[in-house]
Nanobody
Framework: QVQLVEFGGGLVQAGGSLRLSCAAS????????MGWYRQAPGKQRELVAA???????NYADSVKGRFTISRDNAINTVYLQMNSLKPEDTAVYYC??????????????WGQGTLVTVSS
């Protein structure tokens, strides 16, 4: 059974930093894309950043220059370093992985979410 477990959310003042991490576990053969999404109250879930197994990254315009996504393929973990945080970054952040298992083939998995609150 595959699980994505996130760590690192919390309360921070505007201008501060947080680092999120997400570890994938289970009978995983390979992971293609890993990413972070977020959902603020009353809004749709949106992509924040994504990274391929080869290290190619993609960012939402709203976080470019402030957030950095990285991953450690050896331990199936993805990170999101968030700097210069703004109140509008407040949301539940979800880890996402497009991965392959021999029992399911390629499927998309989600973590349970971690709350990031940025105070002004």
């Amino acid at each position: 059974q595959v699980q994505l477990v996130e760590f690192g959310g919390g309360l921070v003042q505007a201008g501060g930093s947080l680092r999120l991490s997400c570890a994938a576990s289970g009978s995983i053969s390979s992971i293609n894309i890993m990413g972070w999404y977020r959902q603020a109250p009353g809004k749709q879930r949106e992509l924040v950043a994504a990274i391929t197994s080869g290290g190619t990254t993609n960012y939402a315009d709203s976080v470019k220059g402030r957030f950095t996504i990285s991953r450690d393929n050896a331990i199936n973990t993805v990170y999101l370093q968030m700097n210069s945080l703004k109140p509008e970054d407040t949301a539940v952040y979800y880890c996402n992985a497009d991965l392959f298992t021999y029992s399911t083939g390629y499927l998309e998995f989600w973590g349970q979410g971690t709350l990031v609150t940025v105070s002004s």
